[in-house]
């Protein structure tokens, strides 16, 4: 019997019961839509990780103000240590410029937030206070105009640089450069506009508070420490950023760093010190386990199917055991048998894979939309999940097909 004659019969089988066929592909679907659902959300919050740790510069050094009793919640400082340090200083980042053999730029930066308002639209954003080497440290770079000058720093100019989304926020479509914006009660200048980063903020790691830098508006750090109010318990700079000459020395220039950081602090542990590249390796780690634990669970719903299928092929067969019976009579072998019942398990499994990627996919649009998760769906998570739909077919399939093969031919036709 040619392969043509196998799938007609084979397709006779299946089309002669469609609602058994149906519920039969129901495991199959839904268990490669999970598959990729669950895979696809796990490459999203990977590569949502990977572009915030590449946007703070794979192979700096962050350092950020720590307050030991702001994050227990007491909300009050050790008054034994708190007149030990002023915090993060101008003072410090000189020193590690200084004394620090693998710091290349030193990019000390002070934040607050603020509204920014330019005619009708207002924007609550950060304001951050920084040194023109920021574009080198953070691998930023100027979609428009140009970044503030060593100039305008040492003259606290009232000039400033928008990220990407406060552009769009306070501008829409409208030309930005040279037009008049209030932050707070100033009257600030726009000379440039930096380039989309399009990462979202979140903590990495449980370590490292990261936002969405595209709201942020870049003002001279001058400007920021002389022109608004602060109190003065508050520390000089709430971040420090190292770009570090010998990415493979990160973690020595980490450890110099440290020494002297808690020189100058007389030991108070009032910062905290960040690797973005070891960060970037342990967020892959934990990545690659949510899959793999994602992946399982999804696939669990793939055997179910599967078994689903081996039971109605064993019904199946036992219904038509007179027909089997009568191909056997007419001259049909046991393979090709065999192959007709295989080739349906295999096309209820495969047909259930092909709806379940077109599930799968609508899912993730949909978690993307109302969830606003990334998702990203991989070529490989569809190649998987069609191999294993198919795997099941085969596996699940083989023994109810063989149970029809093995079948002896009177007995079969004696069956009623």
């Known amino acids: 019997m040619d392969i043509r004659e196998t799938l007609d019969l084979s397709v006779a089988g299946l089309t002669s019961h469609k609602l058994r066929t149906v519920l039969t592909m129901l495991g199959i679907i839904f268990g490669v839509g999970a598959v990729i659902a669950m895979l696809s959300i796990g490459e999203g919050a990977k590569q949502e990780a990977l572009d915030q740790i590449s946007q703070m510069g794979i192979h700096n050094i962050i350092i950020q103000h720590w307050n030991p009793a702001e994050e227990d919640g007491t ?14 200083t101008r003072d410090d980042a000189l020193s590690i410029a200084e004394i620090c053999p693998l710091a290349e730029t030193v990019a000390p930066q002070r934040d607050m937030k603020a509204k ?5 639209n207002s924007f609550q954003t950060m304001l951050v206070g920084t040194r023109p080497e920021y574009l080198d440290v953070l691998n930023a770079h100027m979609a428009e105009g140009v970044f503030f000058s060593e100039d305008d720093l040492l003259e ?5 640089v928008l990220g990407a989304d406060a552009k769009r926020s306070l501008f829409y479509f ?3 450069l040279g037009k008049q914006i209030k932050i707070q009660d100033q009257w600030f200048t726009v000379i440039g506009v930096l380039a989309d980063k399009g990462a979202a903020g979140g903590k990495i790691g449980g370590v490292l508070e990261v936002r969405n830098t595209d709201e942020d508006i870049y003002v001279p750090l001058n400007t920021i420490l002389k022109r608004f109010k602060w109190d003065p318990t508050d520390p000089e700079l709430t971040q420090v950023t190292i770009k570090v000459s010998d990415p493979d020395r990160l973690q020595e220039a980490a ?18 010190i960040a690797i973005p590249e070891e960060l970037m390796r342990q967020s892959q780690k934990t990545q690659a386990i949510f899959n793999i634990v994602m992946g399982c669970i999804a696939g669990i719903s793939l055997v179910v199917g599967g078994i689903g299928i081996m039971n109605i092929m064993l019904a199946s ?4 055991t ?3 019976g009568i191909r056997r009579a007419l001259g049909a072998r046991r393979a090709d048998v065999l192959a007709q019942f295989l080739v349906e398990a295999v096309m209820v499994s495969l047909l259930g894979g092909i709806i379940g990627i077109l599930l799968g996919f609508s899912m993730t649009k949909i978690i993307t939309l109302y969830a606003h998760w990334k998702t990203i ?15 099941i077919g085969v596996g699940f399939g083989y023994y109810p097909a063989r149970q029809a093969a093995m079948l002896n031919p009177i007995d079969a036709l004696r069956y009623e």
């Open 75 to 88: 909300g009050e400082e050790d008054s034994g240590t708190s007149n030990l340090s002023a915090g993060l």
């Open 116 to 120: 920014a308002r330019y005619e009708s």
């Open 156 to 160: 606290s100019a009232r000039v400033c």
């Open 174 to 176: 409208e030309e930005a």
């Open 255 to 272: 450890n110099i760093v440290r020494a002297i950081l808690q020189r100058r602090h007389r030991g108070v542990d009032d910062f905290k």
């Open 317 to 320: 067969v036992l219904e038509r």
């Open 322 to 324: 007179r027909e089997i």
């Open 377 to 391: 769906v991989q070529p490989w998570t569809i190649g998987l999940s069609f191999g294993v739909a198919a795997a």
